[in-house]
């Protein structure tokens, strides 16, 4: 894996006060943990540039002046407003001890579901965090979509490794080829649809029609009503 270097002062204080001071002065509080003592530093703001603005893993080489660390960032927090780094925590790294690490996945090929069928392809996870020995930590982790069809998952458990383990169950997907609302629309329903809408013209015809005959009853015995009353007049 690749590393990049941070360089950075020791500081001795550690209150609030010189807290506040250091963050004033563009630089960031820092904290080492792992090794023999826990080592607190000031480092330069802009130095986080390639580390924490890329998607990429990076181990991480402290040049504190008198001594050199390899290390991993384990945390650091941002403030919530302005965005500025308030807080780093490194973890610092032996041969012989295994370190967890979140990992980038990368997506290599083209998954015949999209091209052929009009599927969507979507990544459900874009880092996996991985436990390995500092040596066998990998750049990234590398995922096949060549053979992706509609509807198939690509799952964690296509990325074991005897180098690294995943830290997460072997039924993860990593990614799939979901099929598209468009390729949903099938004929049958449109058919459906309008089958649903001559039934409805159907109905209202014969409504129609039912109300004509009752008008027509309606007025055929308005019609004889008249006549009968003229006849009884009569008499």
């Given at each position: ?6 360089k950075?002062?020791i ?19 820092c ?22 603005y ?30 500025k780094?308030l807080?780093a ?13 979140d ?22 996870k ?38 690294y ?7 993860t997907?990593?990614?799939?080829v ?40 309606s ?11 003229s006849?009884d007049?009569?008499?």
């Amino acid at each position: 894996m690749k590393s990049i270097e941070i360089k950075g002062l020791i500081r001795e204080a550690t209150g609030k006060t010189s807290t506040n001071s250091v963050r004033k002065d563009g630089n960031v509080p820092c904290v080492l943990y792992g090794g023999n003592e826990i080592l607190h530093f000031t480092a330069s703001e802009i130095g986080f540039k390639d580390l924490v603005y890329t998607a990429a893993a990076h181990t991480v080489v402290l040049d504190l002046g008198n001594k050199k660390k390899n290390a991993i960032l384990q945390d650091i927090q941002f403030h919530p407003v302005s965005d500025k780094i308030l807080h780093a925590d490194f973890y610092e790294l032996h041969d012989d001890k295994p370190v967890t690490m979140d990992i980038p996945v990368e997506l290599s090929g083209s998954a015949p579901g999209v091209l052929n069928s009009g599927g969507i392809l979507t990544r459900n996870k874009r880092k996996l965090r991985v436990k390995a020995l500092p040596g066998n930590l990998p750049d990234s982790l590398n995922v096949d979509i060549s053979e992706l069809e509609l509807g198939d998952k690509f799952y964690t458990s296509e990325l074991k490794s005897d180098d690294y383990e995943l830290l997460h169950p072997d039924n993860t997907v990593v990614c799939q080829v979901r099929t598209s609302r468009a390729s949903m629309a099938l004929p049958e329903d449109e058919e459906g649809i309008e089958g649903e809408e001559g039934v409805e013209g159907a109905e209202g015809a014969e409504g129609a029609e039912g109300s004509e005959g009752k008008a027509t009853e309606s007025a055929d015995a308005k019609s004889e009503a008249p006549k009968e009353e003229s006849q009884d007049s009569k008499e």
